[in-house]
């Protein structure tokens, strides 16, 4: 039996621990906003917190989660999240939305440490979220504009 | 000002509408899925008072719903097309609600393909314009004439706005209020649609989509997402390489595994099912399998493509000619010649290919991104012995697509029901393929070779240009042959060449379509995507040999073009064309017409030795009028960086006949730190709207490679593009 907390809830889980993170999230606490796009941390589509930081789920294993929390796009409920949220609702970033939450974690945690990032910033802490409708120039238009409203 | 529309086959929507609105209840069309999806938003509890026609329906909570006949895939069909009903209804638009329509060609197939369901082409907003805007226009005029009966006043004196209607005598409603006394009135004959001038959501750069607030906090759903009681996931091992076939295998690895629950074969392979998808996965992977390769396919692209520098030594099947080309090349004062290369190319859509198929009350249900409904209906269909009617499909979001869910065969719908069918065909499958299944089984966009050969004469205007294209015909492997082959020649792979705008007295395009068995498909933008590479690297090196700007001389060969030439100018001017550069930086240009839209793209490369950078592209496009002109920014934007990544990145080839990529470590595409600083500008235009989900794609490429040249001297003909 692993422990883990997720957006605030508890739960026990009989599973194998070294089922992916992303598939427990998934398919055993249901909560489906956190995608599966590479199964190998290239795409950055199942980004979630694990203890504060972003991690891709999809290589993280249940038995590193033990014990932690875990907090998903479904309980993105921070000052820097809902920023983020407010900036991609008024430029309208998304397309097909399937990276997106990924994308929304990643971009709360840079703001989350950086309130200011730069281009070269943000290039740094984005890259690793894949969006092949390329909505990029709206994400670091909405991560810009997302700070500013933080400031 | 409205415009009265009053002839035959107007009416004769409105009668099928009628028809079909009569078999469409809220009650049947959400008493299923919906109600077995766990998480779904609860339905409004509103009675469908009003429903006019199989698009609109108006709830006495005084919501307008409109039913989209066309995937969303990103590229805003379930912002635009409301965007029209909203406009002709003067709806308010924050009570307009979507939903994705029911398979069911007869009311809902795309008004371009005939009586065939589906999206693609750029045609969701082109063959939606005149209906859904009627639709729109038949539900207001019976929202007025229950006003007018109800406030005893002439209909005429009614005006409506913002969801209310009102009457000078002070007389309010809403529409809910309204709705169930429209609903007795009979659907009128004809209806009034506005003048261009009277537009208030049409146009509205701040209307914002209608899927972003489900996209943005994880509520939104596709396929992958879908969780039934009893639902088994299944994973497939694919052949190793095309034509391969399973000799043997060896369940008994994966049964091993707890929690699979079955193993079974199907003409594509094996698939592995368990109730969830790791368990599914880690059986598939322990599958023991012998196959069959002495037939397969084990050629490489190296192989594929020196045989295609040798079939372009020999004349083709003529795709157009005028003139005499060889004749006029003979006599011309200069010749400049080329050679294009492009690479198979995965979609990689976000969403790893996907399909669930359930049983249901008169045959089956599918729950999918659906982008091709009467070729999956058939698909499945033919598997299960169904008639296709009986492949019921309900519509959800689809992670993207770029063309490759609107497969010419079907080939993962009916996967599904293969699965499904050798399951036992009485428990709910979802088929999820992984990224590595996704990236090689095939259905590519083919590696194609061009070799240009254009003279100018003393002036330095073209007076010949021979173009020969060899490639595999997508149109043949599809089975469209009748619709698209015209004497040997398949339009998708000429298109953008074949009807060259540059003025060339003497012109001769021709077409050779090689036989291979690797499975391939329209690619976002299709054959576009390596004509206008081509063709716009081709008119820039005749701009050099010319001594001429590149934007000059584009503007005077384009003469008789107005639509080019105003996204070329607008372009041009955006971008500040001519004016310096610091050291190592230039721009290139290049202007391509495609889905009857024009798109110029400006491109400014950065370069430092043997590396770089896309640092900003300034796009124009002529789009008809602009319905939802944020909507089409995106659409710029973005189907340019979806080339930008074939430019720059993406390839896929074959060694032996395998695949050589995977996943996206080996299979690049466009990532943020490559994403250059982008501006759209938007010709103003009063022709009918037409497609903007592809025209951005195959410009970009000839653009940077133009810039390149214009920093380097270097005239790259091969994608993705590298620097010697």
């Given at each position: 039996m692993v422990e883990i907390r997720v957006n605030g809830r508890q739960h026990a889980l009989d599973l194998d621990?070294?089922?992916p993170l992303l598939w427990v999230i998934r398919e055993?606490?249901?909560?489906?906003g956190t995608k599966y796009g590479c199964?190998?941390?290239?795409?950055?589509?199942c980004t979630v917190f694990l203890n504060g930081a972003a991690v891709r789920s999809c290589s993280t294993p249940l038995s590193a989660a033990a014990g932690g929390s875990v907090l998903t796009i479904e309980g993105l409920e921070s000052r820097e999240g809902r920023a983020i949220q407010a900036a991609w609702a008024e430029l309208d970033?998304?397309?097909?939305?399937?990276?997106q939450s990924g994308q929304i974690m990643s971009a709360t945690a840079l703001l989350t440490q950086n309130p200011a990032p730069t281009d070269a910033d943000i290039d740094a802490a984005m890259s690793g979220n894949i969006c092949r409708c390329a909505t990029y120039a709206r994400i670091r238009s909405a991560i810009k504009q997302a700070a500013a409203a933080l400031a | 000002m409205r415009n009265q529309i009053t002839n035959l086959s107007r009416r004769g929507f409105l009668q099928q509408g009628l028809a079909a609105g009569a078999g469409l209840t809220l009650g049947a069309h959400l008493g299923g899925f919906s109600r077995l999806?766990?998480?779904?938003?609860?339905?409004?509890?509103?009675?469908?008072?009003?429903?006019?026609?199989a698009f609109v329906r108006i709830g006495t909570d005084d919501s307008v719903t409109v039913i989209v006949?066309?995937?969303?895939?990103?590229?805003g069909t379930y912002t635009g097309l409301p965007t029209l009903v909203a406009e002709e209804l003067d709806a308010r638009w924050d009570q307009v609600r979507v939903e994705g329509a029911p398979a069911d060609a007869s009311r809902y197939n795309n008004l371009f393909w005939g009586p065939t369901q589906g999206t693609g082409g750029s045609t969701s907003m082109a063959n939606s314009w005149q209906q859904m805007r009627e639709a729109g226009a038949v539900a207001r005029q019976m929202l007025i004439e229950a006003a007018a009966k109800r406030w005893q006043v002439?209909?005429?004196e009614i005006q409506v706005r913002d969801g209310q209607l009102s009457h000078a005598s002070g007389q309010r409603a809403s529409f809910g209020e309204l709705a169930e006394a429209a609903a007795e009135l009979p659907v009128p004959e004809s209806v009034f649609v506005k003048d261009?001038?009277?537009?208030?959501?049409?146009?509205?750069?701040t209307l914002r989509r209608k899927d972003t607030a489900d996209k943005i906090d994880g509520s939104a759903r596709y396929t992958q997402d879908v969780s039934l009681p009893g639902l088994l996931t299944a994973v497939v091992a694919h052949p190793?390489?095309?034509?391969a076939r399973l000799k043997s295998f060896d369940p008994g690895p994966a049964m091993?595994?707890?929690?699979?629950?079955k193993v079974v074969q199907i003409p594509s392979g094996v698939a592995v099912l368990a109730g969830d998808f790791w368990t599914a996965k880690r059986g598939r992977d322990r599958l023991r399998l012998e196959w069959d390769?002495?037939?397969?396919f084990k050629l490489s692209s190296d192989a594929i493509l020196e045989h295609y520098k040798t079939l372009v030594e020999a004349p083709g099947a003529v795709a157009a000619v005028q003139g005499d080309a060889e004749a006029a090349l003979a006599s011309a004062d200069k010749v400049v010649e080329g050679d294009f290369a492009v690479p198979f190319l995965a979609h990689?859509?976000?969403?790893?290919l996907n399909c669930v198929i359930l049983p249901d009350a008169d045959g089956v249900r599918v729950i999918n991104g659906e982008q091709s409904q009467t070729r999956t209906q058939a698909g499945v269909a033919a598997v299960l012995g169904?008639?296709?009617?009986?492949?019921r499909i309900d519509m959800l979001y689809a992670g993207s697509s770029f063309g490759r869910r609107g497969n010419p065969k079907a080939d993962f719908t009916s996967e599904a029901a293969e699965i499904f069918k050798a399951a036992g065909g009485k428990t709910a499958v979802k088929l999820q393929w992984t990224r590595e299944d996704d990236t090689r089984a095939g259905w590519y966009r083919p590696l194609f070779f061009h070799r240009v050969r254009a003279g100018l004469d003393a002036d330095g205007r073209p007076v010949a240009w021979h173009h020969r294209i060899v490639g595999q015909s997508i149109a043949v492997d599809a089975g469209m042959e009748a619709r698209m082959v015209v004497d040997g020649v398949d339009r998708l792979s000429v298109e953008g060449a074949a009807n060259?705008?540059?003025?060339?007295?003497n012109l001769y395009v021709d077409l050779h379509s090689p036989k291979l068995p690797v499975p391939i498909q329209w690619w976002r933008s299709v054959g576009h995507t390596h004509t206008a590479f081509a063709v716009e690297c081709i008119i820039d090196e005749l701009a050099a040999a010319a001594g001429r700007d590149p934007v000059d001389y584009r503007m005077e060969l384009l003469d008789g073009h107005p639509r080019h030439q105003g996204v070329l100018k607008l372009a041009a001017e955006k971008a500040g064309w001519g004016t310096p550069l610091p050291e190592g930086r230039a721009r290139g240009v290049a202007v391509h017409a495609s889905f009857n839209s024009y798109v110029a793209q400006v491109a400014e490369v950065r370069v430092r030795g043997k590396a770089f950078r896309v640092d900003r592209v300034v796009i124009a496009v002529d789009c008809?009028?602009?319905?939802?002109p944020d909507v089409i920014k995106a659409q710029m934007e973005g189907g340019m960086g979806y080339g930008l990544a074939a430019a720059l990145v993406s390839s896929l080839t074959l060694k032996d006949g395998r695949v050589e990529q995977s996943n996206f470590h080996d299979y690049q595409v466009l990532r943020m730190d490559q994403m250059p600083e982008v501006e759209v500008h938007i010709v103003p235009s009063a022709e009918a709207p037409t497609g903007v989900?592809?025209?951005?794609?195959?410009?970009?490429a000839p653009a940077v490679a133009n810039a390149l040249a214009a920093a380097t001297g270097q005239r790259l003909r091969t994608l993705p593009l590298k620097l010697a």
């Open positions: 621990p070294d089922t055993h606490i249901g909560l489906t199964g190998i941390a290239q795409c950055g589509v970033v998304i397309q097909c939305g399937f990276c | 999806l766990e998480a779904a938003p609860a339905a409004d509890g509103a009675t469908a008072a009003l429903e006019p026609n006949k066309h995937l969303e895939m990103g590229q002439d209909a005429q261009p001038k009277e537009f208030r959501l049409i146009g509205d750069a190793p390489r095309f034509g091993a595994i707890k929690g699979v629950e390769e002495s037939d397969a990689a859509a976000m969403e790893p169904l008639r296709p009617e009986q492949v060259l705008a540059y003025g060339v007295p008809g009028m602009a319905v939802n989900g592809e025209p951005a794609t195959p410009v970009i």
